[in-house]
Nanobody, 115 residues
């Protein structure tokens, strides 16, 4: 049973940084690609980033390239998303997921970028 729990969301000022974490259990973490998604108020569900099992293939949506960094610690079964230079458009609920469509995801963590 896939179990994912995100943490690290907060209220942050524009230009600030946050590091999100996602604790995984119930499956063999180190053989799966993992993904971050987000959903902003009134907007669609967007895939933000992905990382392969060995961390040598990373993907990002264009709007976060150069600002966000995805990583993972397979020994700790944890996925991370370092977010820098945050903008108001980054305000959203962030989810980690085991599949490309985001159906196997956690409950999410709220990120609010506002002054």
């Amino acid at each position: 049973q896939v179990h994912l729990v995100e943490s690290g969301g907060a209220l942050v000022q524009p230009g600030g940084s946050l590091n999100l974490s996602c604790a995984a259990s119930g499956f063999t973490f180190d053989i799966y690609w993992m993904f971050w998604f987000r959903q902003a108020p009134g907007k669609g569900f967007e895939r933000v980033s992905g990382i392969n099992p060995t961390s040598d293939s990373l993907t990002y949506t264009d709007s976060v390239k150069g600002r966000f960094t995805v990583s993972r610690d397979n020994a700790k079964k944890t996925l991370y998303l370092q977010m820098n230079s945050l903008q108001s458009d980054d305000t959203a609920v962030y989810y980690c997921a085991r599949d490309t469509g985001g159906s196997m995801r956690g409950p999410g963590t709220q990120v609010t970028v506002s002054s």
